[in-house]
């Protein structure tokens, strides 16, 4: 049971009410409503305008580059060349262009080869992999709907250290992506890890904030998200990049959502801190 002042508590009613929301996108009145303060965040370097904490930055270019290159003679350049190959074919021939999400999984399947499997970046991050089909996070896992939505979350990540309480997601959606409007599911995937997180015994006794760091795939258009909640003014924040392509052949663009799945975490999340403020 989380403590009596716990931010899990009005994560857990936020919830409620981004479920119940009649769309699929929240406009500004919308997250005004929510108490949810959005700001633009630079992709390359994290840096924002607003005066709130930085909690994560993505992995450094110039060590990723080393990175990959000391890897690449483990990586099948074949299959990943396979896997990148996809045409605008007609659907009954080719599954992976019936729609956005499911050209998402192209991506998806040539950043699991070397995020995971044969280059194995993510064992040079502070982050280990964490997805499974079961525990406090199992619902996540299927494919979610409100109405026609489509989306799920793949590549649920959690840092190395016991004592930071940051997690890392990808959500493949099916929305044609907006820079003006926040998606439904990126803020469910967020605020979900977030209460989940601060829910745990081992996590919310200690911490009084769980940064969550949310990268969204819908067809070959991604974007960040890095979300916390301010256990003061009871406002979540949420800082998003603008939309960035990851085209069908491995570039920059992969490397730059590869760079914030393999995020670094940082900033004071604990309890301590905030002591003696009371939730409003």
Request: hydrophobic content about 35%; aromatic content about 10%; glycine content about 6%.
């Amino acid at each position: 049971m989380a403590p009596k002042n716990s931010p899990f508590y009005p994560l857990r009613d936020l919830l409620k009410k981004i479920c119940n929301h009649p769309s699929t996108r929240f406009s500004s009145a919308d997250l005004e409503v929510l108490r949810i303060d959005v700001t633009d965040m630079d992709a390359e370097t994290g840096k924002t305008k607003d005066s709130w904490p930085q909690y994560a930055t993505p992995f450094p270019k110039g060590r990723f580059e080393s990175l990959l290159e000391e890897r690449s003679a483990c990586i099948d350049w074949n299959e990943l060349r396979n896997a990148q190959d996809y045409s605008d074919a007609d659907p009954e021939e080719n599954p992976f262009d019936i729609d956005l999400f499911d050209r998402a999984y192209n991506t998806e399947h040539y950043l699991r080869i070397l995020l995971y499997r044969d280059a194995e970046l993510i064992k040079w991050s502070a982050y280990q992999y964490k997805g499974s089909t079961r525990g406090p996070y199992e619902h996540l896992f299927s494919t979610n709907r409100f109405g026609r939505e489509r989306w799920e979350i793949h590549g649920l990540l959690e840092a190395r250290d016991p004592s930071k309480p940051h997690m890392t997601c990808l959500i493949m959606h099916d929305s044609n992506p907006d820079e003006e409007s926040l998606f439904r599911c990126e803020l469910y995937g967020a605020v979900s890890l977030m209460a989940g997180r601060l829910g745990a015994p081992q996590y919310g006794r200690q911490n009084a904030i769980a940064p969550i760091i949310v990268c969204t795939l819908a067809g070959d258009q991604a974007r960040i998200i890095q979300a916390h909640f301010d256990p003061v003014s009871c406002h979540l924040i949420v800082r998003k990049t603008k939309g960035f392509t990851v085209p069908r052949v491995v570039n920059e663009g992969s490397f730059l959502l590869l760079r914030w799945m393999m995020n670094e975490p940082c900033g004071d999340t604990l309890a301590s801190t905030y002591d003696g403020l009371a939730l409003q």
